[in-house]
């Protein structure tokens, strides 16, 4: 009773045209289907957040190995959604990533305006990346907002599928959110899959403040990415997730991480001296308050061009005021190894991180700098938990500070939606058969005040039946149907 599969992530493990291979020859129809295949790589099991500007965005592609460079919005899934500042004092006007092994120490100056870079990054390292020339400014390539292919989608409508995961060519129906009546019918179709793309896309900016990837122009494979909290911008990198080997790395990206698979983290506008000086990622709360930073001390010296990563190492969870890194941060966990760790979400208004460890979450007060006891948090002792339909791309929340799991427990699974706040409510609704976890399906529509106002959705693939409900209300089964949910249906990342 403890399989934390996750229904969404559904990676073909025969598939023998992966678009991703560097020895396959690529075409110009090859970029939605190396997004996809990036996206099942990642998934619900992303051991860091994905840079996060963009689920569906594919990035510069090195000519050494076609290496695809592209992103979760958010890390999310992604991502994501699917996601450390490098701080030593008067490295303001550093913004461009160097090689592990180069000391980037500057005479202390004023903050500057703009971000900036200086015209080369000197290569001081035998068999490191070359210098590269950037421009004076860092141009922004935020992702403009997807748009919504014309189609009429009822905002209030129930999406429905007997299938676990209908695509290009699925039939879906949409239902009465109150007495689970079909409504219409409809194929799946470009414009319903861009409208369910687009939907899933828009999910991330709620919890995470998106970035922007500035050209640097080191044309080399590995996402560098900025998260800007007014005039103070912090820049980390990362390598492709979903590229897991160090030989099929592009060589030359990987003198700039150490070998634990951290780079170098710059701030411009700002003394970050209480910042790590490297870090795995950073992310930061929708509203740019907060800023996580994920590093760990790495045990072994040298970079992953040596061929090896680091084996036995913790990582540190820090969160820092967005606005003052000159003031020292809070550490919510350490101890958690990098093999565990599958993401961190804030609760949209900032007050909490939800961090994924495998298939369960660990709750910290983010202001006070505490872990909350997860069994009274759930209210359920020696149960698992795992995240509602969505959760791969927005951690567990459905509110401001509202979240929402699925209990599996040794006699019964339950839907819980609880409000973390202090006085919060919860509502609690038990799964009509005992199910394997595995099974069971949840979606919560977002932005709920009241856990005892929410409506949501319940689905038992194992007899093919869901279940409307709104509060505590009575459920209203949906007979024949293996997924319910409030977007539009159609698309699935990694489908």
Do not use: K
Not at 110 to 129: H, I, M, Y
Not at 265 to 276: E, S
Not at 450 to 462: H, K, N, S, V, Y
């Amino acid at each position: 009773m403890n399989d934390h599969t996750d229904p969404n992530d559904h990676t073909d493990p025969n598939d023998s045209t992966d678009p991703l291979d560097p020895t396959r020859p690529q075409t110009a129809g090859d970029a939605d289907a190396r997004i996809d295949a990036l996206a099942r790589a990642a998934g619900s099991e992303l051991r860091r957040p994905a840079p996060p500007d963009g689920i569906g965005r594919a990035r510069r592609t090195t000519q050494r190995r076609q290496v695809t460079r592209a992103a979760l919005s958010g890390t999310a899934v992604l991502a994501v959604v699917a996601i450390g500042v490098i701080a030593l004092t008067g490295r303001d006007d550093r913004s461009s990533v160097v090689p592990a092994t180069v000391d980037t120490t500057v005479d202390s100056t004023d903050a500057p305006e703009t971000t900036s870079t200086p015209d080369t990054v000197e290569d001081t390292t035998p068999g490191t990346a070359p210098a590269s020339t950037t421009p004076d400014t860092v141009a922004s390539t935020s992702v403009p907002a997807t748009s919504v292919p014309t189609i009429d989608i009822d905002p209030d409508a129930i999406w429905a599928s007997t299938e676990r995961f209908p695509t290009f060519g699925s039939q879906v129906t949409t239902i009465d959110p109150t007495t689970g009546a079909v409504t219409g019918t409809l194929v799946v179709d470009d414009a319903l899959t861009g409208a369910s793309r687009a939907a899933q896309d828009a999910l991330v900016p709620r919890v995470q403040a998106p970035g922007t990837y500035p050209d640097d122009g080191l044309g080399i494979g590995l996402f560098r990415y900025e998260l800007a909290a007014g005039d103070i911008v912090y820049g980390n990198a990362l390598l492709p997730t979903e590229i897991p080997s160090l030989d099929l790395q592009d060589p030359a990206a990987l003198p700039f991480f150490d070998r634990c698979e951290q780079a170098e983290l710059t701030v411009t506008g700002a003394d970050g001296a209480d910042l790590p000086a490297r870090a795995r990622s950073i992310s930061m709360s929708a509203d740019r308050s907060r800023l996580l930073v994920v590093s760990s001390d790495c045990p072994d010296a040298g970079t992953l061009a040596d061929g090896a990563r680091a084996s036995d190492y913790d990582l540190t969870f820090q969160v820092f005021d967005a606005a003052r890194p000159d003031l020292p941060g809070r550490t919510l966990a350490s101890g958690v190894t990098p093999s565990e760790y599958l993401g961190a979400f804030f609760s949209p208004d900032a007050r909490f991180l939800a961090v994924q460890i495998f298939g369960e979450y660990r709750y910290f007060d983010v202001g006070a700098g505490t872990e909350l006891d997860r069994d009274v948090v759930l209210g359920a002792v020696g149960c698992t938990s795992s995240g509602t339909m969505w959760s791969r791309f927005i951690g567990p929340w459905v509110g401001d500070s509202t979240l929402a799991v699925v209990l599996e427990c040794s006699d019964r699974s339950d839907l819980l939606v609880l409000d973390l706040a202090p006085g919060g409510s919860e509502l609690r609704v038990q799964f009509p058969f005992l199910t394997e976890a595995f099974a069971l399906s949840a979606d919560v529509r977002r932005d709920v005040d009241d856990p005892l106002d929410a409506r949501f959705t319940m689905c038992d693939a194992t007899i093919g039946s869901c279940w409307i409900g709104n509060g505590d209300t009575a459920l209203v089964e949906v007979p024949g149907m293996y997924q319910l949910s409030f977007l539009p249906l159609g698309f699935n990342y990694g489908g």
